[in-house]
């Protein structure tokens, strides 16, 4: 089992930004890709960025040059810097964790980010 506990959300202007932390506990194995995902009202859940625990990282096209993955191995943290927020960044923020990506089975209840222009 995997737990994910997010946090780090909250209310910016445009251009602004945030870091979003994703505190993990659990077997290693079981979170050997993780992840962000985010989901606006409405919307079908968009994966963000992931990373490998050998470092390996992805990113949607959209947060390309935005934001960016990193993992603190000895805390067993994921953290997602967002950087020159937009109004359509605005998401509820969801840390998954699985084998690899796809295999994402752990997810955590979610922080909200929310951009006013």
């Known amino acids: 089992q995997v737990r994910l506990v997010e946090s780090g959300g909250g209310s910016v202007q445009a251009g602004g930004s945030l870091r979003l932390s994703c505190a993990a506990s659990?077997?290693?194995?079981?979170?050997?890709?993780m992840g962000w995902f985010r989901q606006a009202p409405g919307a079908e859940r968009e994966g963000v960025a992931s990373?490998?625990?050998?470092?390996?990282?992805y990113y949607a096209d959209s947060v390309k040059g935005r934001f960016t993955i990193s993992h603190d191995t000895a805390n067993n943290t994921v953290y997602l810097r967002v950087n020159s927020l937009r109004p359509e960044d605005t998401s509820m923020y969801y840390c998954?964790?699985?084998?690899?990506?796809?295999?994402?089975?752990?997810w955590g209840q979610g922080t909200q980010v929310t951009v006013s222009s």
């Open positions: 998954t964790a699985g084998a690899h990506s796809g295999a994402l089975k752990y």
């Open positions: 659990g077997d290693t194995y079981s979170r050997n890709c």
């Open positions: 990373i490998y625990t050998g470092s390996s990282t």
